[in-house]
Structures are given as C-alpha cells and as structure tokens.
C-alpha cells in the first residue's frame, strides 16, 4: 500500500480533464476559450488533441458489406490510443522524468514533441521547488464515445491520486455534420452517424466514476457562464483528486456494463445465425429479388428492436452480474427465441404475399 501512495506525483498538482463529444462538437473550440481562464489562475495547461497526436491513417476503418455489421477500427488505431496512455502514466508516475513509452511509437511520440514546442512547453515537465505548487492542467481531447475508454483514463488518475472530471458537449448530429463539413479534412458522414449510434454520454445518477462531470450545449458560443462551470469543475478537481483506495464501487459498474455489451454481443452474433440461414433457405426457394429485399428489411428491424429491448432490460438490473453465466445463457436465449418466432411469422407473411 505505501508503495502506491508514493506513485503519486510529489511536486504537482495534476487534473485530467476529458472533454468527449461527437467529431465537431466544438471541443477543440472549447479548448480555445478556455485558455485565457486558466492562464489567469497559474494553471499550466497542456492539450492533448487525439485527432494531431494519432497518424490520419490509424483512424481509418473497416466496413463490412452490410449495414448492420460493427464499425471495427484497425489495430493501429487501438495501439495509438495506448501510446498515449502509456505516455501520461509515465508522466504521472514522475513529471520529472522525460516519459519515453511513445518511443515505441514514433509517430505518436514525435506528434507530442510537436504539441509541446506548440504550447510552449518543455518536453519534460519538470517541477522546481520554486514551483512545487504549479497546477498541471491536461486537456484530453477525444470523441470518448464508449464509457470504457473514459474509464481507462479515471483509472489512471485513481491509481497515481490526481484529479478527474470530463466535461460532454452536447450537439445536435445535423449541427455536427454541417461543422464537419468545413473542416480541412473533414470526416466520412457515415462515421459521424455510425458514433451517434455508439455514443455513451457521462452518466453519474448510474456510475459513480463519473460523478464529477459536466454537459455543455455546444450548439452557439460558449457563454462566460459555461467557461465558469468549467472552470469550477476542474478547480474542484484539483482539491479533490482521487484516492487508489476507494471502495470498488466503480469497478462493478464497469464490470456490470461489460456484462451487458457482451449479452447483447452473443444475442447479436446467434440472430444474425438465423438471418443468414433464413436468407439462404429464401434463395433456394427462388424468391423474388424484391421479395428477398423486404425479408433482409424486416429481419434486420426486428432484430435491432429486440436488441434494444434486451439492453434496456440490461441496464434493469434483469440477469447481470459477472458470475451469473445461467442468467446470462437466460438472457441470451429468450432473445432468440423471441426473434425466432418473428422470423418465422415473417417469413410466412411474405410468402403469403
């Protein structure tokens, strides 16, 4: 236990503040206008923009044929994302030492030789006794879509005891679509749209990791009034930064909702089973291309709706707890069966027809 208390940093104080939202949504502007605000308090602020420090074809991705099927982002991307982790928990453990865990990502770690020369800082941040009292501001600047890349980051600030708050900026998809446009390498649509589907925005009344946090309408300028709950958000922070022994109450939650995800995977993965055997049976019957069109239609809404309804009676609290795997073969098994029945009843009104 004293070995992990004298992991945290002797000479800074340290917030992490994560700023998610859809691409577009006006975090990098967010950034901007915060920048007076904090230089007016002491705080030395560093930004992390995911979109300059990850190489642009680290964020390409793989579709599949199908509308249905996951997004997937390649490994590279995934290794980025690490890269940078990596680099904070070095910076963490020790500001005064230059943290060289990019290196085995050299594109990353040369994009934060650039971000530092940028803002002026020095590539290592080093703390003087002169200066034993500097506030240390890190701005990450990420879609943060999924909760788990979130908690990666409160993981970190927990387990070296610094500060944690992430602020979401709330932004009506055609809003974002519109600002994308006007980018200088603006992103595909379909990717906007495919992360609405996949956005978790902060929820502290359901994980108590995410209690300090704050949502932001993005859709006109930040007003002072916004700049200044912000500014309150991280202050709190800083006063109040984490402690590695906190109860596990944030660990169950995030287990809780892998479970979740991983009881709507496996029902996914046995209906779209259904669909392709359905599919498959239709063509060798010679059913109509039009015919076979409706099915694939029908089957595919039928299955989301099912899905959906299996999540939220998820969230219910209905059969989840990591050690319950019947539960969870019970959970998986009355989804299927259900689309099952719908399937059938389908199939032999479009036969009927």
Same mark, same amino acid.
């Given at each position: 236990?004293?070995?992990?208390?004298?992991?945290?940093?002797?000479?800074?104080?340290?917030?992490? $503040?994560?700023? $998610?939202?859809?691409?577009?949504?006006?975090?990098?502007?967010?950034?901007?206008?915060? =920048?007076?605000?904090?230089?007016?308090? %002491?705080?030395?602020?560093?930004?992390?923009? @995911?979109?300059?420090?990850?190489?642009?074809?680290?964020?390409?991705?793989?579709?599949?044929? =199908?509308?249905?099927?996951?997004?997937?982002?390649?490994?590279?991307?995934?290794?980025?994302?690490?890269?940078?982790?990596?680099?904070?928990?070095?910076?963490?453990?020790?500001?005064?030492?230059?943290?060289?865990?990019?290196?085995?990502?050299?594109? +990353?770690?040369?994009?934060?030789?650039?971000?530092?020369?940028?803002?002026?800082?020095?590539?290592?941040?080093?703390? =003087?006794?002169?200066? =034993?009292?500097?506030?240390?501001?890190?701005?990450?600047?990420?879609?943060?879509?999924?909760?788990?890349?979130?908690?990666?980051?409160?993981?970190?600030?927990?387990?070296?005891?610094? %500060?944690?708050?992430?602020? @979401?900026?709330?932004?009506?998809?055609?809003?974002?679509?519109?600002?994308?446009?006007?980018?200088? +390498?603006?992103?595909?649509?379909?990717?906007?749209?495919?992360?609405?589907?996949?956005?978790?925005?902060?929820?502290?009344?359901?994980?108590?990791?995410?209690?300090?946090?704050?949502?932001?309408?993005?859709?006109?300028?930040?007003?002072?009034?916004?700049?200044?709950?912000?500014?309150?958000?991280?202050?709190?922070?800083?006063?109040?930064?984490?402690?590695?022994?906190?109860?596990?109450?944030?660990?169950?939650?995030?287990?809780?909702?892998?479970?979740?995800?991983?009881?709507?995977?496996?029902?996914?993965?046995?209906?779209?089973?259904?669909?392709?055997?359905?599919?498959?049976?239709?063509?060798?019957?010679?059913?109509?291309?039009?015919?076979?069109?409706?099915?694939?239609?029908?089957?595919?809404?039928?299955?989301?709706?099912?899905?959906?309804?299996?999540?939220?009676?998820?969230?219910?609290?209905?059969?989840?707890?990591?050690?319950?795997?019947?539960?969870?073969?019970?959970? +998986?098994?009355?989804?299927?069966?259900?689309?099952? %029945?719908?399937?059938?009843?389908?199939?032999?009104?479009?036969?009927?027809?």
């Amino acid at each position: 236990m004293h070995a992990e208390r004298n992991e945290t940093p002797p000479c800074r104080q340290i917030c992490l $503040c994560l700023l $998610c939202g859809l691409p577009a949504a006006g975090k990098t502007t967010l950034v901007q206008a915060l =920048s007076n605000h904090t230089a007016l308090r %002491g705080w030395k602020t560093l930004s992390l923009s @995911y979109d300059e420090l990850i190489p642009q074809e680290a964020f390409s991705k793989v579709y599949t044929e =199908s509308d249905c099927q996951p997004l997937q982002t390649q490994t590279k991307w995934k290794n980025s994302r690490q890269a940078i982790l990596s680099w904070l928990a070095q910076v963490l453990q020790n500001p005064s030492q230059d943290p060289s865990s990019c290196r085995s990502d050299p594109e +990353v770690w040369s994009q934060l030789c650039m971000t530092f020369q940028k803002q002026h800082l020095p590539a290592t941040l080093r703390s =003087s006794p002169s200066h =034993s009292q500097t506030k240390l501001l890190f701005l990450l600047d990420d879609n943060f879509y999924y909760q788990s890349m979130r908690y990666e980051v409160y993981q970190l600030a927990r387990k070296y005891a610094v %500060g944690f708050c992430q602020v @979401y900026l709330q932004c009506p998809t055609e809003l974002c679509v519109s600002r994308n446009t006007n980018r200088t +390498v603006p992103l595909s649509e379909v990717v906007i749209l495919d992360m609405v589907k996949r956005m978790e925005p902060p929820n502290p009344l359901k994980n108590t990791w995410e209690q300090n946090s704050l949502t932001l309408n993005s859709c006109k300028d930040f007003t002072n009034q916004d700049l200044q709950s912000l500014i309150t958000l991280i202050a709190s922070a800083f006063d109040h930064p984490l402690s590695p022994f906190q109860d596990d109450t944030e660990k169950r939650d995030i287990d809780r909702q892998s479970c979740a995800n991983s009881v709507v995977h496996q029902a996914d993965q046995a209906c779209r089973r259904l669909v392709s055997q359905a599919m498959l049976t239709a063509r060798e019957k010679s059913i109509s291309p039009g015919t076979l069109q409706s099915l694939a239609k029908e089957l595919n809404k039928s299955k989301t709706r099912l899905l959906q309804d299996l999540r939220k009676d998820l969230h219910r609290g209905f059969a989840i707890s990591p050690d319950e795997s019947m539960d969870i073969e019970r959970a +998986v098994g009355h989804t299927v069966i259900r689309f099952d %029945g719908e399937l059938q009843e389908i199939i032999q009104r479009l036969c009927n027809q």
